[in-house]
């Protein structure tokens, strides 16, 4: 589940593998694509003279539903500026038990003259028991910082971006067990004018080829895989990075994500059909032996990605989401980010000295109810004057 946010690489990952998964897809490096996240339980095989899945696909009426989805994009922040895009996806159940898979094409653009695109592929099947998520993305980003680096400068770059990612995951035990593997390959060159260049050369944010492999372990108890009311999702995986793969540099990314769902138990009103939810996530990303372009970048809404990096990075943050009619909802949130380790400029940073709260609001649309697919409008601030707008496609997580 998505935004249209983040540096390169970011904007077109994210606007994939979180619009369509959730929030902590691949922990690629800071700049380029981060992280994700997925689900599952069991279900009784389905009648072969009466299959389930073919009921999913038409209405009460008899009619088909219709399988494609298309929604705009649209995010405003201090780095892409205005951006807006849009993406269309074809929504349909691989079996009657498991979650609906998705295909689809995501593309966008910027008043800072910057284009992003990326192809995603979401498949669940085996009764929700085996999942794939693919992604081939590409951007041209013209990024436009008000304060780079937290240094009171106004910084322009160019970055060029290329990435590939996939993760598959199969349960191995019953009750939402998962275990899988994941790859990310990118490609992410950054340039600037010749009074900047220097300095970007000089704290390692010239980009790099990186190819990482990594293993998954997930324990999923909710009860909706992309609009959960109840249960939890917990996810710990790693990146290796290694010159032997192909990639200019070897270092390790660790993360962490603990996303736990709680229903209020009644609606607020008659022409509500589903209960407000509290959700709570809690998320940690550690380097080990990277460069500045593979730090950790703070993550929460109203932050530019790729503008606050260091070593390690971990946030909390609370939404909660409130529908108020059968399409119709409203939504607010609220966290804290830390850095720890050291910054970019090789400064110690801890949470003592280096907190980012943020909070917003917005509401909420149901675009396909029988897939769960919806989008958000809001607003949210953090500290400073770091502030956007974001149409998502998704929960955040």
């Given at each position: 589940m998505t935004s249209l946010q983040w540096s390169g690489a970011a904007c077109a990952?994210?606007?994939?593998?979180?619009?369509?998964?959730?929030?902590?897809?691949?922990?690629?490096?800071?700049?380029?694509?981060?992280?994700?996240?997925?689900?599952?339980?069991?279900?009784?095989?389905?009648?072969?003279?009466?299959?389930?899945?073919?009921?999913?696909?038409?209405?009460?009426?008899?009619?088909?539903?219709?399988p494609w989805l298309i929604t705009p994009t649209l995010s405003a922040d201090p780095k892409l500026g205005a951006n807006v895009g849009a993406l269309i996806a074809y929504v349909k159940k691989l079996d009657a038990d498991s979650t609906p898979s998705m295909l689809g094409l995501s593309v966008s653009y910027s008043d800072t003259d910057s284009s992003t695109g990326a192809l995603f592929g979401q498949l669940y099947w085996g009764q929700d028991t085996r999942r794939l998520t693919l992604l081939l993305a590409s951007a041209e980003v013209n990024n436009e910082y008000d304060d780079f680096l937290n240094l009171g400068t106004a910084v322009e770059t160019q970055d060029s971006v290329h990435s590939f990612a996939a993760r598959y995951m199969q349960q191995f035990r019953p009750g939402g067990w998962f275990a899988g593997i994941q790859g990310v390959s990118t490609n992410y060159a950054v340039g600037a004018d010749d009074s900047l260049q220097g300095v970007i050369d000089q704290i390692g944010l010239s980009g790099f080829d990186a190819t990482g492999l990594g293993l998954i372990l997930q324990h999923d108890t909710m009860d909706n895989q992309r609009d959960p009311g109840n249960g939890h999702l917990f996810t710990l995986h790693n990146l290796a990075y290694r010159k032997t793969f192909g990639g200019e540099s070897s270092f390790d990314v660790g993360l962490l994500d603990l996303s736990w769902y709680h229903s209020l138990g009644k609606t607020w009103s008659n022409r509500a059909a589903r209960a407000p939810v509290i959700a709570v996530q809690l998320t940690a990303r550690v380097t080990d032996n990277a460069p500045p372009s593979g730090f950790s970048s703070v993550t929460l809404p109203s932050y530019t990605r790729g503008n606050y990096l260091s070593q390690h990075y971990s946030h909390l943050l609370i939404d909660g989401r409130f529908p108020i009619t059968q399409k119709f909802g409203l939504v607010a949130f609220g966290g804290v980010g830390c850095q720890f380790g050291v910054d970019i400029l090789n400064r110690d940073v801890s949470c003592g000295d280096a907190l980012f709260p943020a909070f917003g609001a917005g509401v909420s649309y149901m675009l396909k109810e029988e897939a769960s697919l919806l989008i958000r409008l809001e607003f949210a601030k953090g500290k400073s004057d770091n502030e956007a707008v974001y149409l998502r496609f998704g929960h955040s997580f």
């Open positions: 990952v994210r606007l994939t593998l979180c619009v369509l998964i959730g929030a902590s897809c691949f922990g690629v490096p800071a700049l380029s694509a981060q992280e994700a996240k997925d689900p599952a339980d069991k279900a009784p095989l389905a009648d072969a003279k009466h299959d389930p899945a073919l009921d999913s696909q038409t209405g009460p009426d008899g009619e088909a539903r219709k």
